[in-house]
């Protein structure tokens, strides 16, 4: 098994290099551990080195894991269909990836039968890639209007993107600072559903690089927990 600690402490390195590139505090930017294929033991090795915050793309495997891992925030970070929102809206403390308004009014209806407020993220596909999920980013600002006008049981958080992968990590910059301009412009509208906190840009290979951008929210996996065997059963 990877040395998970070492891992995330040379991850934290890189964090704060490049956050002091862009003339910026590291520890304003958040380290979500993706945690896809792994078991909850790793998952455990990870919390007990410090991580806060973990990060999952199937709804199954928060499932499977839930009961397993010990205390930390979980974060639905992948694809999310309307039929699996019931699953993990009482588990997740962020969904990151709302790309449309029937997602928006799922996940509101299953909060409210919650009593609860879920934080979310709109995920914008700035490259317009059509093998990722993501609205464009001329879509934006009219699924946060519907959303903060039909929509109580959540509050909008940020923005979420997934770059395309490059060899070069300078080569996507331009996508993560289209999103960075939304941010900014969508962030100062004043509503109390609408709390700007989170740019959620930036995976192991190209982080560093989205922090310079103006990511305050990573999502690592294999850099921590070394490359995925999709052959291992949770």
């Known amino acids: 098994m990877e040395n998970i600690k070492t891992n995330i402490e040379k991850v934290n390195e890189k964090k704060a290099a490049a956050a002091a590139k862009a003339g910026r505090n590291a520890d304003d930017v958040l380290l979500v551990g993706v945690t896809k294929t ?25 499932m499977d894991k839930y009961d397993f891992v010990k205390p930390v925030k979980w974060h639905m970070i992948g694809h999310l269909q309307t039929n699996k929102v019931k ?14 308004y029937k997602l928006a009014e799922e996940i509101n209806k299953r ?13 914008v596909n700035s490259a317009q890639e059509e093998s990722k999920f993501g609205i464009s980013t001329d879509e934006t600002e009219e699924l946060i209007r519907r959303v903060l006008e039909n929509c109580p049981n959540i509050r909008i958080r940020g923005l979420m993107c997934i770059a395309p992968f490059a060899e070069d990590p300078d080569d996507i910059r331009v996508y993560f600072a289209e999103v960075k301009k939304l941010y900014d ?8 559903r609408l709390d700007f906190q989170y740019l959620s840009m930036g995976m192991s290979h190209d982080f560093e690089a989205a922090i310079q951008e103006g990511s ?3 999502r690592v ?14």
């Open 38 to 62: 792994r078991t909850a033991e790793e998952i455990n090795k990870g919390i007990d080195a410090g991580l806060t915050d973990i990060g999952e793309n199937k709804v199954q495997e928060i």
């Open 87 to 100: 699953y993990i809206i009482d588990k997740v403390s962020m969904i990151h990836s709302v790309d449309s």
């Open 216 to 218: 305050n929210l990573i």
């Open 111 to 123: 909060a409210g039968q919650h009593q609860l407020t879920m934080d979310i993220l709109i995920q």
């Open 221 to 234: 996996g294999t850099a921590i927990f070394g490359e995925r065997d999709y052959s291992k059963k949770n």
């Open 185 to 192: 412009q969508y962030g100062t509208i004043e509503h109390e």
